[in-house]
């Protein structure tokens, strides 16, 4: 759910900071690109420090339960910018909360994920698995928009839109600050009844940088491994991408209202609260890689075709009943029905490509693995944001610039150049999940296997 809320939150962020505070669009997105190398870098360190931690609290609870209270914190800084800041000073105070953001997010999220994959290694039931988590991601997505966009930024006298308003950003800050503090604390609280339960981690047997570097190269000669690590990074760069881009294309190119949003929105977690179990009971009959593949096929169709509809005059007139419905059945329910299919199957396929880790190399390293997830995810709010800011300074559009002084031409340039980046991003998505390699059968011949495997070393240590 706290991942739901920062990632709802930075599709705002952008904005928030381009259009409001007035930094560059190219600014913004360098901060992301650093913070997203960043990750890079410390997900798979955390992951593998994760697999070698032995504690009473196990491998994963120690660093969910410590790393709470600094994510919480530095989510309401990233809003509660310090008065008289020039933008250079403000740019330094992005960066450096999102550094230590990110870093609190990489102890959380990584042994999070990885405690997911423990908890069953069948087939179906992982799916289920990741589907309740994607559940509560949207919750925790929904409910904070509806509450920014119903509570916070509605319209004033002094702002028409409220999006504009500088002084809403940081209240809503620090009331998310306190739930997420308050979810991730119970969410450890409540899953330690699991920990005796648990995978022990095995001997270190290198030092935990040098054995980050070795043990990665052995993930990676995962054909499937491969193909859900550089397909979910391109799509999550995408989907980061609408979201960051989301708010101007309302306000510019749809020029609709914060109530439009609104409904927007419902139609938009309609989608995917609707979704995400079709997708989970159409994957139990074909399988997960083809259901991942038609649902980024549904999304990118239903999202981009009516951007181009619109730029050449095939959209209903602005004025026209049908404008808005459109508008939201379209690029929000039907375009988000499909990409629900993503969610909870790539976190399956993971939990899937760990039992073919063990069989192959003899040990759990789902805290390595799952730091490739908890990289896509921050991909979402770290790259996405960097292709807004290319594509927002690309086409010309100013800081601190009003609707109706938008030229049309910039409208329809930035309507392109999302659409043209998205379908790139997306086509190389589907290219990569084409090449995950574990179906039903072989994991299930995995999983025989490793059973075996157990019961041999049981029979060999009662001896």
Known sequence: MPNGIFVLAWSYLVFYYNQVVGLPGSAIGAAALIASVFDALTDPIVGTISDRTRSRLGRRHPYLLWAAIPAALMFYLMFALPAGFSLPMLMAWLLAVQLVKRLADTFYNVPYLALGAEVSSDYEERTLVTTYRAVFFNIGRSSSGGILLLFFLRPTPEYPNGQLNPEAYAPFGAAMAVVIAIALLASAWRTRSWIPRLSKAAAARTPVLRGVLAEYRLALRHRSFRSVLFGSVSRHVAWGMSDALGIYMATYFWQVSTDVLVLWGFGMFGGLFSGIPFWRRVSAKLDKKPVVIIGDITYIAFFCSPYLMKIMGLWPELESPFYIPLYVFTTGFLAHFGIAAAGPLTGSMLGDITDQDELEYGRRREGLIFGAESFTW???????????????????????VAPEDVQPELVASLGLAQGSFMLSLFIIAVFFISRYDLNRERHRQIVASLDERARVSLRRGAR
Do not use: N, R
């Open 378 to 400: 921050k991909a979402l709010t770290g790259l996405g944001p960097l292709g807004a800011g290319i594509v927002i300074d690309l086409v010309g559009l100013s800081e601190k």
